[in-house]
T-cell receptor, first 114, second 112 residues
Framework: DVKVTQSSRYLVKRTGEKVFLECVQDMDHENMFWYRQDPGLGLRLIYFSYDVKMKEKGDIPEGYSVSREKKERFSLILESASTNQTSMYLC?????????????FGPGTRLTVT | SQKIEQNSEALNIQEGKTATLTCNYTNYSPAYLQWYRQDPGRGPVFLLLIRENEKEKRKERLKVTFDTTLKQSLFHITASQPADSATYLCANSSGGSYIPTFGRGTSLIVHP
């Protein structure tokens, strides 16, 4: 069964801290994504990666960076957390191909920055 | 750019009735439309996908239609149950992109 896991379900950090959110998938998918989800704004793409060590900016990359050193692992880094980064963070993976690409999501990390 | 629009108001229906959710898109016709279910505090779960050359797709009590003339997809749940209460997200992608654009979702509440 397809599985995407995220390192924490809930996280509380202070303003200015460096925050690491980790995501692991066991499906050997090449594509991985980080979204944030806020009430009324829906899912917004932060970064995605289509291969190891490759990354592309999404719609809202400012204040974030990512790392993909291994195929199964995709990390989101908040270099200096701010209160406006309080949100639900969702990781997803998908497999490229000639057909459509449904995404498999992790359970999410609810991050609160105080 | 492509926009996906879903009704922001919650849909309240009685158990046993058919729930119908709407997804409208602007601009070009997407190659695929996907529907996801999301429970509170959880990640979305993929339900169904329909291609632009398909008019209808079914899976158990779920049915999706795709009308390229109206630029709209409808998502139906027949014989709805309280357990179907969730937020349903629509997402589109074009043929060359593996990155879907998500709508904001519509909340469905099924009353016993």
């Amino acid at each position: 069964d397809v599985k995407v896991t995220q390192s924490s379900r809930y996280l509380v950090k202070r303003t200015g801290e460096k925050v690491f959110l980790e995501c692991v998938q066991d499906m050997d998918h090449e594509n991985m994504f980080w979204y944030r989800q806020d009430p009324g704004l829906g899912l917004r793409l932060i970064y995605f990666s289509y291969d190891v060590k490759m990354k592309e900016k999404g719609d809202i990359p400012e204040g974030y960076s990512v790392s993909r050193e291994k195929k199964e692992r995709f990390s989101l880094i908040l270099e200096s957390a701010s209160t406006n980064q309080t949100s639900m963070y969702l990781c997803a993976s998908s497999q490229p191909g000639t057909g459509p690409h449904e995404q498999y999501f992790g359970p999410g990390t609810r991050l609160t920055v105080t | 750019s492509q926009k996906i629009e879903q009704n922001s108001e919650a849909l309240n229906i009685q158990e046993g009735k058919t729930a119908t959710l709407t997804c409208n898109y602007t601009n070009y016709s997407p190659a695929y439309l996907q529907w996801y279910r999301q429970d509170p505090g959880r990640g979305p779960v993929f339900l169904l996908l329909i291609r632009e050359n398909e008019k209808e797709k079914r899976k158990e009590r779920l049915k999706v239609t795709f009308d390229t003339t109206l630029k709209q997809s409808l998502f139906h749940i027949t014989a709805s149950q309280p357990a179907d209460s969730a937020t349903y997200l629509c997402a589109n992608s074009s043929g060359g992109s593996y990155i879907p654009t998500f709508g904001r979702g519509t909340s469905l509440i099924v009353h016993p």
